[in-house]
């Protein structure tokens, strides 16, 4: 059974930072792309980052400069390194795993997590 289980969500003040975690279970995550997606209150799914097994990168325009996403291919494991966080940043966060490509559509991934909550808040 595969799992993606998340990690590290909390509340942080605006300015503040926070790092996700989400380890991977359940089958081999050879060439898979690793990603996260947000959701915030009353608002659709929305993209935030995703990584290829090789290393390359990509950001939503809202995160680039501030979020940086790695993998450890070993660990089955992706973070995501959130600083200068604001308000705008709070919502649920999921991590996604996939073989089809980086995509903002989020029905392009196989495999969800149940997500941890980021709350950026005074």
């Known amino acids: 059974q595969v799992q993606l289980v998340e990690s590290g969500g909390g509340l942080v003040q605006p300015g503040g930072s926070l790092r996700l975690s989400c380890a991977a279970s359940g089958r081999t995550f050879t060439n898979y792309i690793m990603g996260w997606f947000r959701q915030a209150p009353g608002k659709e799914r929305e993209f935030v980052s995703a990584i290829r097994w090789s290393g390359t990168t990509y950001y939503t325009n809202s995160v680039k400069g501030r979020f940086t996403i790695s993998r450890d291919n070993a660990k089955n494991t992706v973070y995501l390194q959130m600083n200068s966080l604001k308000p705008e940043d709070t919502g649920v966060y999921h991590c996604?795993?996939?073989?089809?490509?980086?995509?903002?559509?989020?029905?392009?991934?196989?495999?969800w997590g149940q997500g941890t909550q980021v709350t950026v808040s005074s």
């Open positions: 996604v795993a996939g073989r089809a490509g980086i995509s903002a559509t989020s029905g392009r991934y196989d495999y």
